[in-house]
């Protein structure tokens, strides 16, 4: 049995519920770039989807543009999170690399995978494109990172660390090219497939040397 | 001292130059393309580029989404013929599998890599879509035949042929994404950090059992 729910509103309720509004007014226009392309998508179709009215939108975003920057950011903040954890982490270099690989596949497998991936190339404003620009290359400054504390100690083989974070990077963000036809993995399986691919490699491992999971 | 050129035409130039020109229109249409974005270029802007009236495309090519096609064919050919050579090597199925990485790294620097990876987002017809498609598919399914192949013949250790195929190929066509704004290495450069990465794995390997150069 929960707390029984008051008519009066408590203070903060207010915020919160905005910024509930405000994700699922996010989510929805995720779901319709994602589904129809960004082009083909018009406000008015994302306040249908809502039952609401356009005017009710701009509440909560001032324009598509934005709309579209919103689930961009709202993506890429998973990865970000994701990064976030493993610099936390008392983990290796590829311990904590693995780890940024696993949330961003989840990231890009959900609903904002698409605007991830996409949101850079619809003809934004210069300003926006900007901005998207300058998020991405702090998701690759974390990833080269982490690829050179890996080869510092030991946990990583000698490598080039911006190729190796653009492979990765590229094979991750291609899943959203991929994944609205065919999700017959989940992002977990995705990922380990791709872990198991990235750690140990094409060439069979002499027996015992393996393993994504263990330094 | 070339042959002395001769005024009269020879049977089959006709052809030939047709064949040439025919090149210069769709190469124009990569780079523009790549430039300015599909949806940002007209089949004018591609005339005056080439000095030539818009009449004089339509010799070559019935529409714009017609050139986008040309394009990605041009660009998806070459990987075509990567993977055309290596199912004649004498090799294992890694090794076929490299060369076709390789290949595919060369036409994805091209003027082409640009609309062969954004080709099929581009709100072409139906029917174009779905030819895009399958010649992707047809690429697809021969990287996973050579994984497989590579399984068998123990040169590649246990793997999802499917995932390896979709990580390749991913790594591989965001290449277009980055490569306009940094092109610091050559397509063979990028090609052997990217043959490193995916036969050796992250992990170091006991010295002496790595290379993506020899079985």
Known sequence: MGKPTSPWQVPGDRER???????A???????????????NTSLDDIAALLHVTKPTLYYYVSNK????????????????????????AQASGRERLVEVVRGYAEAITSDFGWCMVRAEDQDLSP???ARIKKLKSGIDQEMRALVRQGITDGSIGHCDPKMTAFALAGALNWIAHWYRDDASLSAAEIAERFVELFVNGLAPRPSGVTSGKSP
């Not at 543009?65 to 936390?88: I, K, N, T, W, Y």
């Open 25 to 39: 007014v996010i989510l929805a226009a995720a779901r319709a770039f994602r589904e129809r392309g960004y082009h």
């Open 65 to 88: 543009e934005q709309m579209l920057f919103e689930c961009f950011r709202e993506g890429l903040g998973r990865v970000a999170s994701a990064c976030g954890e493993a610099r936390g």
């Open 17 to 23: 519920r905005r910024e509930l509004k405000r994700d």
């Open 127 to 129: 300003a926006m494109g």
